[in-house]
């Protein structure tokens, strides 16, 4: 019985040994893939997933189809709109007419009409828009608003030609694309781009960020070039310090 009872209790300790070191094995193979994963390349430098990036929330489910039904709905609806006022070239003067012409008859002859048909009139919801909502929506827009012109700003003292040559960039794509279509086509491509881009990129995730980080490479690559070349010899504008 002694010599059985002192085995049990090695047993015991041997296993007890066993959990300890396969548990802190367990610990440091989850710690190095932690560091293995730390170390991937992210497309712009992106440590969150692209749900967080998005907002998070139901915008972001909307983008990536979490709810197919819901996203397919959107899609259709903004597609629809874009072939009315596209495709049939219908005003939106007349389609806000018509449609309110339209609801205000339905209602007006549903209310007159309940007493002989033994029916409750329709139930017309009294909406406001609350003092508080007007003014958030207003302070948001007032700060976007102040940041961009403080972007262009700074961007005008001529202090980060880098920036300055992404904006020039940007706008230019901007104007050849509004010299192709009219704003309700260029809204629904950038809408179609949001609608594909993010579920694609959150599919196939690694091997576009693979892709993202040898064209990162060659761009340093020859940004580093034309940086030698010729923006070092373009003066630069006084910076705060000199100033100050």
Known sequence: MAE????????????????????????????????????????????????????????????????????????????????????????????????????????FLWSNASAFINKAPPNIPEVKIT?????????SLRYEINRGFASLRAIGQGRDLKKFLIVIAGLWILSALGSCCNFLTLFYIVFMVLYTVPVLYEKYEDKIDAFGE?????LKKYYAIFDEKCLSKIPKGPSKDKKH
């Open 131 to 139: 003092e508080d909502l007007a003014v958030n929506v207003a302070r």
């Open 214 to 218: 040898k064209a990162m490479v060659e």
């Open 4 to 107: 059985h009872k002192e085995e049990s209790v090695m047993d015991k300790i041997s296993d007890k040994f066993h959990g300890s070191s396969s548990s802190d094995s367990d610990g440091e193979g989850k710690s190095a893939a932690a560091a293995v994963k730390a170390k991937i390349y992210r497309l712009f430098g992106r440590e969150k997933p692209v749900h967080s990036v998005l907002g998070g929330g139901k915008p972001a489910d909307l983008f990536l189809w979490r709810n197919k039904k819901i996203s397919g709905g959107v899609l259709a609806g903004a597609t629809s709109i874009w072939l009315l006022f596209e495709v049939l070239e219908y005003h939106l003067l007349t389609l806000f007419c018509h449609c309110l012409i339209l609801t205000l008859g339905t209602l």
